[in-house]
């Protein structure tokens, strides 16, 4: 059970890791500058890692769909979903939005919108039909005690920049509360 556990975190930040390098790369183009995407301070998108997971143990092992037109539709709506939810979580309590879609046609209040859909829905094809049982298969030749290693190592990593993260946005809110105390009062 352990084991297994260890996969899936290692298979979770992998995503999470790729998912930043794309966000890291995509913004880099339509920006043109290096803008960190992910919400802790590291190379880190946790909500690439999420929707991977859940994808792959939605669509790839309990359902077993290989239907690619389903997986397309059925991926990107739960991924939208999901970023939807994340999306108004995050700003609820840090008051701080990570994403806004406002600028792209038919978003639903800026948090999700078709072409990020259509993303998402590819990218559930790609993971549930190729790369997830892929990256099984290399974690396979692994040997358990190093995927473990490897597993505890960036729980604790990832455990420390989050808490660092959170504590740093607290901070930051309270003294935005300041600020807006401060200039609020005549």
Same mark, same amino acid.
């Given at each position: 059970m352990f084991q297994q556990v260890c996969n899936y975190f290692v298979?979770?930040?992998? &995503?999470?890791?790729?998912?930043?390098?794309?966000?890291?790369? !995509? /913004? $880099?183009?339509?920006?043109?500058?290096f803008i960190?995407?992910? /919400?802790? /301070? #590291?190379?880190? $998108?946790?909500? &690439?890692?999420? #929707?991977?997971?859940?994808? =792959? #143990? *939605? /669509?790839?092992?309990?359902l077993q769909w290989r239907? *690619?037109?389903t997986l397309f539709f059925l991926g990107g709506l739960l991924? $939208?979903?999901?970023? &939807?939810?994340i999306s108004y979580g995050l700003e609820?309590?840090?008051h701080q939005r990570w994403w806004d879609y406002t600028r792209n046609r038919f978003n639903i209040n800026g948090r999700v919108c078709p072409l990020g859909f259509t993303a998402f829905g590819v990218f559930c094809v790609l993971v549930v039909r190729w790369v997830q049982p892929?990256?099984? =298969?290399v974690t396979s030749l692994i040997p358990d005690l190093i995927i473990m290693s490897v597993a505890i190592t960036l729980v604790v990593t990832f455990g420390m @920049?989050? !808490?660092?993260?959170?504590?740093? !946005? $607290?901070? !930051? @809110?309270?003294?935005l509360a300041q600020l807006r105390r401060k200039h609020s009062t005549p």
């Open positions: 298979w979770g930040m992998t &995503y999470s890791i790729a998912g930043w390098i794309w966000e890291v790369i !995509l /913004f $880099c183009f339509t920006e043109k500058k960190n995407r992910g /919400f802790v /301070f #590291g190379p880190v $998108c946790p909500i &690439y890692g999420a #929707g991977a997971l859940a994808m =792959w #143990g *939605i /669509f790839g092992v309990w239907n *690619i037109f991924a $939208c979903v999901m970023e &939807y939810i609820k309590i840090f892929f990256i099984i =298969w @920049d989050l !808490l660092v993260t959170v504590g740093k !946005l $607290c901070k !930051l @809110d309270v003294k």
